[in-house]
């Protein structure tokens, strides 16, 4: 009897239930010439509907711009102007708490340009009105590692980020970024794990962590891969087993994915002019080893 309960103990530990998700609905596209390059994606929670994106280096004019995005209409609410930030390669953005209190916008200056990397992440309080301004970053993180870009930051509930490397294969080094780098010099990242996945591109390009804390996404070119996280630990999950997600609609150019504020579904949108976003709303689950 010891033997068999202990087994089934085991057997809970290892499973997780894994939402299932409907094909893509197409809920809009983009409306403004302005997102041509939108190279990540992260649902505001305190704006109802509300999707935070902005342009890589390979948009026609680099900017520290964050852009407010209506998800259901497309259309560009606010433009906001990261006053004190530089745009070397903005490769994607995160919403979670801030150090004080409210919710913050976390944008990932991760990617390589001229075979260079920043490194560096950016804090700013989401604003309480949707208006074009400008509006200066609370503070900065900036970090050394091995690994030559990222196109992947996540936050989670707690206010700790994360970014993950891309690499040819997929199999991407993830790493925690230390909450005392915020504001001070340059931090080693030494809470690191390689992704359990394996592609046949240059991946991952994209990630978020549902708003729970308990779920992340990883995506890939051809692929969104889901991680179950039980006990918030994000860096030990991406070693194990990873399930492969709806993702019907697959963008040529697609670097973006994003929890819905409610954790019930994800968007997608690619890159270029006047793309559609499209929502994966949740069905159910199944419970996977």
Known sequence: MFCLTAAVLVIAHLTAAVPT????SRVSSLQSAALDEISGLAASRIHDGILYGMNDHTSSTVENKVYAIDANTGV??????????????WEDIAVGPCPD???????????????????????VKEPATLEDKAIAYLDKLQYRWSEPESECLMVDPAGNAYIVSRVQGGQGLMAKLPSFGWGGQPADLTVTSRLSTSTAHYDPLGCDISPDGKAVLIKARDDIYYYSVPDGDYVGAVTGKATTVTYDQKEIFGESVAWTTKGDGYYTVGEGLYKPIYLYSAVGTVVVG
């Open 76 to 89: 560009l609410k606010a433009t906001l102007t990261i006053r004190g930030a530089t745009n070397w390669d």
């Open 21 to 24: 998700f409907n094909d893509a």
């Open 101 to 123: 209190s409210g919710s913050c916008i976390y944008i990932g200056d991760i990617g390589s340009h001229n075979g260079i990397s920043q490194n560096t992440v950016y804090r």
